[in-house]
């Protein structure tokens, strides 16, 4: 598994200036709304040869998140300067890295409507090297559907994660890597990436909306498509249709593309990574390779 | 405003055996899931005279919510006595209080499957003074309808609260004390109470399903309806009947039976609280009277 730096940033009421400190001494308090209403959004970008992967996306993302839930964080644009101050403190510089990049409402008697406006929001922000999933990658991995009984905003990278939580171990008591959400009969997404699928050479994957999170390597993925001229539709996968399927993979941004070979034990077309996932798997190495200096 | 008093009881990582200390120095590690996935739940339990009222329906009731997410914590007997030893602590004995309870999965590497099972699972507790929310139960409150966006499991008391945080802001902007969820037509509860209608002398309220919680004061009513003989029917409301009711009320262990006056500005018949309500007032004080010494 993953494992966290040893230096983390915090800017909470506590050090409401914020500092790069050991993570053993990062307090956070029972008072955060964080910790007794889920009332934050996280972000989760992560770096190639030390460069930071598509940041402007990420930030974007975040910054919506936090427009939804009306967090205002004025400093977002110092996240950059953070994140490299952070590879140096742990001595990462050059490495493959995410950071986990947390903001909740702030410390305050635990009460539901927002605090005064005077009170700060917290703003947690980790390292952690990335262990490169190669098993995924190249074998492809197992699933299972789960219903999706997540509210109505998983547009919103919210920290209210507990029906995520269910699912995946779900997956992992199940022998699989992945949960894939059902609701109303079709496929929304992973608990930590975006699905897609692939019939007779079209490429679907469920459309924007209030259901699903919009992926920044579901972006990167639809734009190597079009560079690729391979038909995409944004039409939700059926469950029912599930055997009619010749390919299936998930993306993240930590793992990139990922071929799903079974979903519920039944194996997706012939139980082998496919051939348009494998063309995806190159495509976006060579796009991270142009990209990244 | 409530507000929590000094010293609070944790149990987590950091401090195995669990301690009551000053909240300044209570420590919540940004790796506890109850900050980064809102992985655990809670449970508000209150005095009378310094006596838990009903602690078996909320020790049970928290008990289920950590069975239904898997939460194993083995020392939830305890509970109580720990809330004696708070009130000392905080020289509150004899006081009316109320303790809120939450635990979480404990302290681990962000991954969604659960942790280790040696991982210990955070307990936090804290105790507030109760100020009476006298003008709330004489006068009535004016409340808001919000669509219910929340999970589908709302009969879990999880600290994913992030939904009704947004929709009790609503209800503070637009001047009223409480938001009422209303999904697919019919209102289920609201964001800390539970709601109930009168219609031509029949109590109705929402019956136990996924979409509320089984809070202990709507049981409580339930048993006071019977025994004053007051037919009750576990029927929702529909939101386009609202105009219809001839008295709307809610409940919940520290508010008890609050009326409601108004919804969406449009008063609940002639805007005044009704005589059920002022009735199953009267009956639930008498109640803790007969029930606490």
Redesign the interface.
């Given at each position: 598994?993953?494992?966290?730096s040893d230096f983390?940033y915090?800017r909470s009421a506590e050090n409401p200036f914020g500092a790069i400190l050991p993570?053993k001494q990062?307090?956070?308090?029972?008072?955060?709304?964080?910790?007794?209403?889920?009332?934050?959004v996280?972000e989760v970008m992560r770096t190639y040869s030390g460069q930071l992967f598509r940041p402007r996306d990420h930030l974007n993302r975040f910054k919506n998140s936090l427009a939804a839930?009306?967090i205002e964080l004025t400093d977002i644009n110092a996240i950059p300067e953070i994140c490299t101050q952070l590879l140096k403190r742990n001595q990462l510089q050059g490495e493959e890295v995410f950071f986990?990049i947390?903001a909740t409402?702030g410390v305050w008697?635990?009460?539901?409507?927002?605090p005064p406006p005077d009170v700060i929001p917290t703003l947690?922000i980790?390292v952690t090297p990335i262990v490169q999933p190669e098993t995924e990658r190249t074998q492809g991995i197992a699933c299972i559907t789960m219903?999706d009984?997540?509210?109505?905003?998983c547009d919103i990278k919210?920290?209210?994660?507990?029906?995520?939580?269910?699912a995946?171990?779900a997956?992992?008591e199940a022998g699989a890597a992945e949960a894939i959400f059902v609701r109303n009969g079709v496929l929304t997404e992973g608990?930590?990436t975006n699905l897609f699928g692939v019939k007779k050479g079209v490429i679907l994957t469920h459309p924007l909306n209030n259901h699903i999170l919009p992926g920044v390597t579901r972006t990167v993925v639809l734009e190597l498509c079009q560079l690729l001229n391979l038909p995409v539709s944004e039409t939700p996968i059926q469950q029912k249709d599930l055997n009619e399927m010749d390919e299936i993979f998930v993306t993240s941004t930590t793992w990139e593309v990922v071929p799903v070979i079974s979903i519920n034990a039944i194996p997706v077309a012939n139980g082998k990574p496919g051939a348009i996932t494998r063309v995806l798997q190159k495509a976006f190495q060579d796009y991270v390779a142009r990209t990244i200096k």
């Open positions: 598994m993953n494992e966290t983390c915090l993570k990062a307090h956070i308090s029972p008072d955060d709304r964080g910790f007794y209403f889920a009332d934050g996280y839930v009306k986990y947390q409402r008697q635990r009460n539901l409507p927002f947690y980790s219903p009984i997540r509210w109505q905003r919210s920290i209210g994660l507990l029906p995520s939580v269910l995946r171990q997956a992992t608990t930590h």
